[in-house]
């Protein structure tokens, strides 16, 4: 059971009657969206609660967001109350002075009872708080997402109005057609007077991230100096993956023809892929699936002259970090929602007729079927030859 499960998922009869009341409710405001009302002001010393509760990449969308308000509000503290996840993308941002983490533990018996002791202590210390102002991204629509905003008493909350419970936020934003999951969280930073100067990602590592890094690297005998191709096969969901023949054969001939020496990244339920993958080579390569943290991974990609994925969450931190890279994409969703405009990627999506079918599990992946090795390796050479950024987000050591 998920931790957002255990919050709301478990009261089907509580979420009928929140949605009829939110349905009544709805038909006495203004209208759906932002009621066009001027940006709220924060206090120069007031507080902002940031609510980042799903998985990697949703997070990065809101990189841009933390970056814009610190430079409109210097003075103004800003925390965040996330999952794991989250918790571990922001855990180096110099924007955040304080992460509020829901730890809960999935796994034997009494699931439900420690997962709502996780969120009442969560929640009991944000609540002491007091926030001015609470946020939450445009993919956080659910209600168990929701009801935090609502349980923190923040005088202002500012959401997005869609599905059935946007109206629990006090400011509802409207998502504008057609547009990337990080170009909506934008309108969060525009709704507290914050002038976001651009969309860039953000990903925060220091020394100690990249030492660990460097020691997995020189475990394996593989030289800080080697160029190599970091590769995550891998997803959450069945219906993103590629097939491991082809990134067999797509790292084959990177390592082959290009001098290239593959690194697979990913969790340690990623390892079985790797594996796959790894037993159709038939040049050296080097798994590290669920042996660095996010903060390692991210130093990893940093020093990578390519990578290649899915579109998970080590895509979203190799583009904060500007770095070259080609997105093997299914097209279970709307082709706007995650494709970026990064200088240094090509995504490689093909759209039949069941695109956006929003399947966690697929019986022919056709989309994917589309999409060759031939074309994949063509792509790799055509962004290293029209790229060649640094490096971003690295913080010094802490003490």
């Known amino acids: 059971m998920s931790?957002?499960?255990a919050l709301g998922g478990g009261w089907p009869g509580a979420r009928r009657a929140i949605r009829a009341v939110g349905a009544a409710y709805r038909s006495m405001l203004p209208g759906d969206g932002d009621d066009g009302s001027p940006p709220i002001v924060i206090p120069p010393e007031g507080e902002i609660?940031?609510?980042?509760?799903?998985?990697?990449?949703?997070?990065?969308?809101?990189?841009?967001?933390?970056?814009?308000i610190r430079a409109r509000y210097p003075g103004v503290a800003i925390d965040m109350l996330s999952g794991s996840a989250g918790y571990a993308v922001h855990r180096r941002s110099p924007h955040i002075r304080t992460h509020h983490v829901v730890r809960w533990d999935t796994t034997g018996p009494g699931q439900r009872r420690r997962a709502l002791a996780a969120w009442r202590q969560v929640l009991g210390d944000v609540r002491r708080v007091?926030?001015?102002?609470?946020?939450?991204?445009?993919?956080q629509v659910s209600l168990p997402y929701i009801l935090p905003s609502v349980a923190t008493r923040a005088r202002h909350r500012i959401g997005f109005d869609t599905g059935a419970f946007g109206y629990?936020?006090?400011?509802?934003?409207?998502?504008?057609?057609?547009?990337?999951?990080?170009?909506?969280?934008?309108?969060?930073?525009?709704?507290?007077?914050a002038n976001p100067a651009d969309g860039a990602e953000e990903f925060w590592y220091d020394d100690?991230?990249?030492?660990?890094?460097?020691?997995?690297?020189?475990?394996?005998?593989?030289?800080?100096?080697?160029?190599l191709v970091v590769i995550h096969p891998a997803s959450n969901w069945q219906s993103k993956t590629w097939f491991p023949d082809r990134w067999a054969a797509v790292a084959d001939r990177l390592a082959r023809e290009d001098g290239l020496h593959p690194v697979f990244v990913g969790t340690a339920r990623d390892a079985a892929t790797v594996r796959m993958v790894q037993q159709a080579m038939q040049t050296p390569s080097t798994a590290l699936p669920g042996e660095t943290d996010l903060g390692q991974l991210g130093s990893l990609l940093a020093r990578a002259a390519l990578f290649i994925g899915t579109d998970s969450g080590p895509r979203h931190i190799a583009g904060a970090l500007?770095?070259?890279?080609?997105?093997?994409?299914?097209?279970?969703?709307?082709?706007?929602?995650?494709?970026?405009?990064?200088p240094g990627e090509i995504v490689l999506r093909?759209?039949?007729?069941?695109?956006?079918?929003?399947?966690r599990e697929c019986?022919?992946?056709?989309?994917?079927?589309?999409?060759?090795?031939?074309?994949?390796?063509?792509?790799?050479?055509?962004?290293?030859?029209?790229?060649?950024l640094p490096a971003a987000g690295r913080l010094p050591s802490f003490s």
Request: charged residues 20%; glycine residues 8%; proline residues 5%.
């Open 3 to 5: 931790g957002s499960a």
């Open 49 to 68: 609660l940031v609510l980042q509760l799903q998985q990697v990449g949703d997070s990065l969308m809101m990189s841009p967001v933390l970056r814009a």
């Open 130 to 139: 007091r926030y001015d102002c609470v946020l939450s991204c445009v993919n």
């Open 168 to 193: 629990l936020f006090s400011r509802r934003l409207a998502i504008p057609d057609k547009v990337s999951v990080l170009a909506a969280n934008l309108a969060l930073a525009r709704a507290v007077g």
């Open 208 to 227: 100690r991230d990249a030492s660990g890094a460097a020691a997995l690297l020189e475990r394996e005998g593989v030289g800080l100096s080697r160029p």
């Open 322 to 342: 500007g770095r070259p890279q080609v997105t093997v994409m299914s097209s279970l969703d709307e082709p706007w929602r995650w494709g970026l405009d990064r």
């Open 350 to 359: 093909t759209d039949p007729p069941c695109h956006g079918c929003l399947l």
């Open 363 to 388: 019986s022919h992946r056709q989309c994917l079927d589309l999409i060759s090795a031939d074309t994949v390796v063509a792509a790799c050479r055509t962004v290293l030859g029209r790229v060649a």
